[in-house]
């Protein structure tokens, strides 16, 4: 970090910052100007900065502190050579894979889950999707089915093939779903629940960890490596629209957000158009900006029947919209040279 | 809801809203105008009318669909005949009685929390508070002292007289918070971990409930309402700033929206500038502007040496600043004819 | 506009809301509820409708009025039989066909505006772009050439062939513009600058209205109505970024709100990833996701040497990375079935 | 500014940076850590320094430029020894001293404005307000009445001897609004429209300038900055709400971005909960809490009939109720020690 003494600061102020420095066994070098003093600092102990920082700020004859490293290691490209590959189930994710997972917003019956992934698999969705644990915003909305909901989600599979992610809330459903998912998703409302990212963390699945809706592209990474320090670095970030002023569209997509994300980290990161846009008519553009875009991959919900949807009916695709959505997304993943999973 | 019609709608378009409506049970009303037909519908089930809503949205012939009713109940102010009072360990909030919260972020050691709770105390506040379980962005940051903390807490209390108030961010943390502590807050990051508020909502001690910095008033709203519907009542908000373009504050704190949120329910709601400002400079005239803004009290920072702070130092005041502060607010209830409690 | 009367509204609060509709010349229709009663009103004044609609909101028995129409006419897709197609110089921009603007943030002198259209040429961008009159938020920094800067713009275009469009921003420089542009910019912090939109809507020109930052699409699409009203329907819509909570990048390049706008508009819409994303690095991948999102064309900014631009260097492409892009874009387009327009 | 070197800079980048601040006259102090180095640089040219520091961003070798001093001189609370005290035709503003603006956002009619002047100073009011000129959203609603606008407040200052504000949108209305109000205002949307800066700045009325919605604190203070660099030091600063996520309330009144905002300037700054909130209800706690938060004054609005506004009814003061608002002001300006102004 670097302390910017104020215009005129003490040489006693200057000292009692190299003290301070000192105690925490930081090394320092001076730098004094005509007008300024700086002070530049290094330490050890990554855990710290931030408070230190915060203290010296508040000390006598110090203008600022500026921070210089971003707050994070094992997510950061720095720490790999290349795009990490994160599959699930067998299904790549980066380095120019691609893959769409498709599904309903919540599992709501077993005729339901299975048409969905039936029409997934023909439309050409390599993954499946579906909650069982679902989070809303009226305690008197329906809550999703659980662990009978599970079982659906596996009983698609076994039809279809195809491996499903889900959506844990709580730390008491990692268990449950770690033992029978191919990959578990950290939704929006949860991605600063950090005893929930401890916990994935020592999940052995990949986690699919969607972006706070109102959390800057650094926290996403900072919770990212919640997840990584516990010991799991098979993490796929997901954008999925942050909150504005914008109500034409339910969440903000941040499709530059995500552009700027990849600058940062050597993980895959894929983009959901469904929440971001909350629109039917908005997915299939959308979709496709964010492969245009740099996208690792879709998530796009689709239902039989989005008119008997029990939750997110507005924003799921018909079995033949995600039909006429995919062959446009392999046409524009043959000129992008990216390589687009297939079902098995 | 009123499902309003697109221009030439045929019969059979409403014809089939009116069948849907008649599935789920809903009484409807018919106006047909000019150029466009209305449809009130009042149906029983709440939990099931927004998945409804969105449902109608996507058939033929349908424009929109407006919600009348707000999505609440417990916590509305038609629940109650007169503003609610709820009491942190026998110090009431609401219809005109306020008290202030003070103490550290984080409870560090025994030493640091009892000189705060000593401080607090001859400043005049009430209520103590102080982080056991904290909720950093860094996972290498300092996470809190956990069960200790709560001791350290309880020690405080003990020697001073003063109730205490701490956080939660985990289920598993229930049990051990509602055994001691006077008060069980849920932090901004939480509010919309629903398995939490219904944890808490079974939990036999008051809950301070504070605003996401994302959440909307409505959805802050919704959140009291699981807390409530799960059982427990003594549900006092916090304000505590949300996420704005503005970079001069942490956060943008929102008087407007806790005075509108005032208008809609009976529950107590308290203000934190400390948080929503992250500057202790902008403390004081914010804890005044919230009093004056409606506040049934407030919750303050302060730590005994604020440069030596593992968290938020920054935004700490000093016990000879909060004892600044406290002079005005007593002045400033005096005038708006405000009920002080003092500590005993 | 519905009118939803409160349950238990007097029959004489239901006359009084019919009698203020009458004194307007509003047709209405009654629909009586078991809970309520709507009142539908239809009427002829389009100015006055939002003033009515907060008046009746004031009157006792009156919950909420809820408006039925959009308050635009002339920009919307009713007003059209199919998209617009507006030409800068010839340059078609909508209806499949899309062209690349390009060019310096600001005229700096003779030699690099010279030197950057002869590059935008040779990468095939079809209309040069560069600021004469400059919006800065310090009065200290460099403010642009005025008039001697329009003449520069004549003298590229003179070598090269290409049309110009270039900025104003204040009424009192629209004629010295209009005399000599290709086309006229309406920068994004006078997008509700009415006076201004009055006088480039009495231009022969056409206009390019970049979205406010703060602009909803609604407030968007009345500013470009505000335009049409006063003579002129040659608009181009331009999304730039809006201002929200991320910092990572300059703003936050809203597509899925262009998408949303073309539901809603049979204007052009472009795309400007330069001033959204404030960054180089970023400007290529989101010009492709533009595009795949169905913007009509792209604004970008370049700079012969950014290193010495008097403004907006770090987000300008070199005249190298233009032709990187443009080789992706033509790409993109075949894979699209979009026409790109070519340099004569 | 602080320029930071990427670890491993080459000794010849180094020397880049140096000659480039070299040829532009900045002095230059160098310090070598282990992993950095710093160069601290001090240059002449106020206007220059922005373009500079994005120029050597783009500098191999370099990682960051970090800006040391604030972009504004004049409007800092360096330029003053103390708070500045501002006059609207005599009435002042700062320093302890208070006064209420109050009147209809828009002149309508000679008979609405005398009513709304007289029932202003009844209730202890000590300047009028009212819109000739008027920004409306839609090209189809009511825009003013213009000059004979001005003469009906002319006309209302006649017969109560109140002085009055009213606002430009224009650089042409500068002339007539100057010739006759007591005082200018510039709204909002216009924050940014530089050219209307310049000429208010050269204008001898006093100047309410305020802040535009999506406008950091730090654009606020450098606009005020365009004032006053045009020669006009009589700027009183206004907060008015900003744009965000929050729809339950028109804007979010940023009291803290007033506190924050008075802690970097000598203006004084007044604020304007009718515009924030949107909503009369709201209005007299926000009016009562901007006051406890160190506001130097507000502005109100008011019409004698809200269910007849043409514009802003639904957050317009009854006359009564404005007498019940200031009936609380001047019991809140006793306590605070403020010396509000009276009407003479």
């Given at each position: ?260 994300a990849k600058l940062e980290t050597h993980l895959p990161i894929i983009a959901d ?38 939750s997110d009916g507005p924003q799921s695709l018909t079995p033949k919209r995600l ?22």
């Amino acid at each position: 970090m670097i302390i910017v003494m104020a215009p005129g600061a003490k040489q006693e102020e200057i000292d009692y910052v190299l003290s301070r420095l000192g105690e925490r066994g930081y090394q320092h070098h001076i730098s004094r100007g005509v007008e300024r003093t700086l002070i530049g600092a290094i330490g050890a102990h990554e855990g710290e900065k931030e408070a230190l920082a915060e203290q010296l700020m508040l000390l006598p004859g110090v203008d600022r502190v500026v921070p210089i490293l971003r707050p994070y290691k094992l997510v950061s490209q720095e720490h790999a050579v290349e795009p990490s590959v994160v599959r699930i189930g067998g299904v790549p994710f980066g380095r120019k894979h691609v893959a769409v997972i498709s599904g309903p917003c919540a599992v709501e019956n077993e005729k339901q889950m299975l048409e969905a992934a039936v029409a997934a698999k023909r439309a050409g969705a390599a993954v499946l999707r579906g909650g069982a644990y679902k989070p809303r915003t009226s305690p008197y909305a329906f809550q999703g089915l659980g662990e009978a909901g599970l079982e659906m989600l596996a009983a698609a599979r076994e039809a279809t093939g195809l491996p499903f992610l889900t959506e844990i809330m709580d730390v008491r459903q990692v268990e449950a779903v770690e033992a029978v998912a191919d990959g578990i998703q950290v939704g929006a409302r949860n991605m600063q629940n950090y005893d929930l990212l401890r916990e994935v963390g020592a999940a052995k699945k990949p986690v699919v960890l969607k972006r706070g809706f109102a959390a800057t592209v650094q926290e996403w990474l900072r919770a990212a490596e919640y997840v990584a320090a516990a010991g799991n670095l098979d993490v796929i970030l997901c954008e999925r629209g942050i909150r504005t002023f914008e109500t034409e569209t339910r969440f903000t997509f941040d499709l530059a957000g995500m552009a700027a994300a990849k600058l940062e980290t050597h993980l895959p990161i894929i983009a959901d158009p469904s929440h971001a846009t909350g629109n039917h008519k908005l997915v299939p553009p959308m979709a496709l900006a964010a492969l245009a875009g740099g996208a690792d991959g879709l998530m796009v919900e689709m239902h039989p029947h989005p008119d008997r949807a029990l939750s997110d009916g507005p924003q799921s695709l018909t079995p033949k919209r995600l039909l006429g959505l995919m062959d446009q997304v392999r046409n524009l993943c043959l000129a992008l040279g990216l390589e687009l999973a297939v079902p098995e």
